[in-house]
């Protein structure tokens, strides 16, 4: 079991409010991802970081905004929330490893839900 | 344009048979695949990666398999589980980035009854 962590697991909240979805590792890993999921579709990346202060936007464009001051924390934030928000957020990061080859952990999930 | 594509989109198997799950990637250059096993509500957990020289490799019940030169993987599941129950996904990795970019696919939604 991947000791990453996020929180809430499930947020239900209305439009034009401020979020921000936590996301926690205790492995160390230097590179840390965020991806976006409807149901049924695959994963997409919307951020990633390399290290600290570190974040670049991923292949998917989003609304919200990733910070990395710590290691071990890797926060989304959406300043204000909308119904197309309405999503599952995965955070996930990655174990040093030969060229590709990586391992990569995901987190259990953020179910959001913007009414 | 790089691309994974997966099927059956869904199976309905009963406890005790096997089954197998179908990959088709276009992505390029190659690096690796994985497999992924996502409960509902949960993050997606690995099974296996497999580079381009691995032609098959196992995690107890699971057995995948890769043929590079057809762009096609396989996961067989063997004498099937309730717990197996999830979304299996495939994943391919380039090697054109220092990133190493990930293509997913939608999954494959697996049931199995009793």
């Known amino acids: 079991e991947a000791d990453i962590y996020q929180t809430p697991r499930y947020l239900v909240i209305g439009t034009g409010k401020k979020i921000t979805l936590e996301c926690s590792q205790t492995m160390g890993h230097d590179k840390m991802y965020w991806y976006q999921q409807d149901p049924g579709m695959e994963l997409h990346l919307i951020h990633y970081s390399y290290g600290v202060n570190s974040t670049e936007k991923g292949d998917l464009s989003s609304e919200s905004t990733v910070s990395r001051i710590r290691t071990e924390h890797f926060p989304l934030t959406l300043e204000s929330a909308r119904p197309s928000h309405t999503s599952q957020y995965l955070c996930?990061?990655?174990?040093?490893?030969?060229?590709?080859?990586?391992?990569?952990?995901f987190g259990p999930g953020t179910r959001l839900t913007v009414t | 344009k790089n691309q994974v594509e997966q099927s059956p989109q869904s199976l309905i198997i009963l406890e005790g048979k096997n089954c197998t799950l179908q990959c088709n990637y276009t992505v390029s250059p190659f690096s690796n695949l994985r497999w992924y096993k996502q409960d509902t509500g949960r993050g997606p957990v690995s099974l296996t990666i497999?580079?381009?020289?691995?032609n098959t490799k196992s995690n107890g019940r699971y057995t995948a398999t890769l043929d590079a030169d057809t762009k096609q993987s396989s996961l067989h599941i063997t004498a099937s589980q309730l717990s197996d129950s999830a979304s299996y996904i495939c994943v391919v990795s380039d090697r054109g980035s220092t990133l190493g970019r990930l293509y997913f696919g939608r999954g494959t939604q697996l049931t199995v009854w009793p």
């Open positions: 996930a990061s990655s174990e040093p490893g030969q060229g590709n080859n990586y391992e990569q952990y």
């Open positions: 497999m580079t381009f020289s691995e």
